[in-house]
């Protein structure tokens, strides 16, 4: 998988936000926000392929959290992201 390109991550105040640029005008309808772990995980992986492997070393490796427990918040953060259509 791959962020789909237009697509950037936003940080306002202590809210980190996803936003579709280079449209003209901001749909604000297609902002999705995330939490500070699923911003570090999006800065990972921005330029880059990735898969739940991928999340999982990451999240394992930066957080206090055993690996079954980080493969399934991968699966979940992908999940969210392909239903939010922000990768591909």
């Known amino acids: 998988m791959k962020i789909k390109k237009g697509f950037t991550l936003h940080q306002v105040g202590d809210e980190y ?4 640029s280079g449209t003209g005008n901001v749909d604000f ?15 990972s992986v921005e330029g880059k392929e990735f898969d739940v492997k991928m999340l999982t ?3 394992t490796e930066h957080y206090e959290v055993e690996a079954d427990t980080a493969a399934c918040d991968a699966r979940q953060v992908i999940k969210d992201w392909l239903k939010a259509g922000i990768i591909e």
């Open 57 to 59: 070393i990451y999240l």
């Open 29 to 43: 309808s297609n902002i999705i926000s995330l939490n500070p772990t699923a911003a570090r995980l999006w800065k």
């Open 17 to 20: 936000i996803i936003m579709q």
